[in-house]
């Protein structure tokens, strides 16, 4: 799921999204925030994994074969490419 997909799904700005990843410690949003992330994340399959002895959190696919996302909105682009 790309950024802007996420931002969709959430209704956040694409900037918040960014700077929630954009880092490997404590994410710099708001709870609220993050937990919808979270949220929308699990609902479109992903696991996530807690650390576990020497090995680090991480997230996978709930299913080997989840089904690809689709847009909710097309990308329709707003100025005619004819004039």
């Known amino acids: 799921m790309s950024v802007l997909d996420l931002a969709e ?10 700077r929630a990843e ?3 410690g404590p994410a710099p949003v708001n709870t609220a925030n993050a937990k919808l992330m979270v949220a929308t994340l699990q609902a ?3 696991v996530f ?3 576990e002895g020497d090995m680090g959190a991480g997230v996978r696919l709930a299913t080997p074969s989840q089904p690809a996302l689709t847009r909710r909105r097309s990308r329709a682009n707003p100025i005619d490419a004819s004039t």
């Open 9 to 18: 799904r959430t209704g956040l700005a694409p900037n918040t999204i960014k």
């Open 22 to 24: 954009g880092d490997n």
């Open 44 to 46: 479109a399959g992903a």
């Open 49 to 51: 994994l807690p650390a």
